[in-house]
């Protein structure tokens, strides 16, 4: 089954473990990483592990990393970079309201934005940058983003592991089953949409 014409299952099989890193790497401190689905196919990965394709255990290391030290570079690039981050332009690659959605995180969750932006794509990506621009203290962001790295990359690969072993023929499901990690991973942006628009 393909999801938007691609194939995940054989798009992840291709990549292998030096592309899974790349693709973690690149969206955790590339800010236009943004896009990069990086949720489902650690969850797929996992999810293949289970059928021997992968060691589960090395897909944990190396993507978790990977994250942290793509979110690293993400914060010293928005330490280097500062305030001109702000001022950009919108275009393929950028786009304000990205900054402004993380901005929102930052001013409800504070320094664990850099553990919880983990789970919700794009936040994900500019978390780092906007720890670097607002100048956190790089110990103190680097004690967030182990934790965060660790624990998004267990969650996600354990969890498609897990499935995997305890569904039977799982990867002929994988389409389905990354449609509901999309749509849960983008329940936390709705929400903040729904309450801006309540108000």
Request: aromatic residues 16%.
């Amino acid at each position: 089954m393909s999801f938007f014409h691609i194939d995940i299952q054989l798009l992840v099989k291709t990549l292998g473990y030096a592309g899974l890193l790349a693709v973690v790497f690149a969206e955790s401190g590339l800010f236009f990483g943004f896009f990069l689905p990086g949720d489902s196919l650690l969850f797929t990965a996992g999810i293949l592990a289970s059928a021997g394709i992968f060691n589960v255990f090395e897909l944990f290391i190396l993507l978790s990393l990977g994250a942290i030290l793509g979110d690293s570079v993400g914060f010293w690039f928005g330490k280097k970079v500062g305030p001109k981050i702000f001022s950009r332009e919108d275009s393929v690659f950028f786009h304000k309201r990205h900054v402004e959605q993380t901005e929102k995180f930052y001013d409800k969750y504070g320094p664990r934005t850099v553990i919880l932006a983990r789970f919700v794509p794009i936040v994900r990506t500019f978390a780092p940058i906007l720890a670097g621009v607002g100048k956190m203290k790089y110990e103190k962001f680097l004690t967030y983003n182990i934790i965060g790295g660790v624990l998004w990359s267990f969650v996600l690969v354990y969890a498609g592991y897990i499935l995997g072993s305890l569904l039977p023929n799982a990867e002929n499901y994988i389409t389905l089953l990354v449609i509901v990690i999309i749509i849960l991973s983008f329940l936390p942006i709705i929400g903040e949409f729904s309450k801006k628009r309540l108000r």
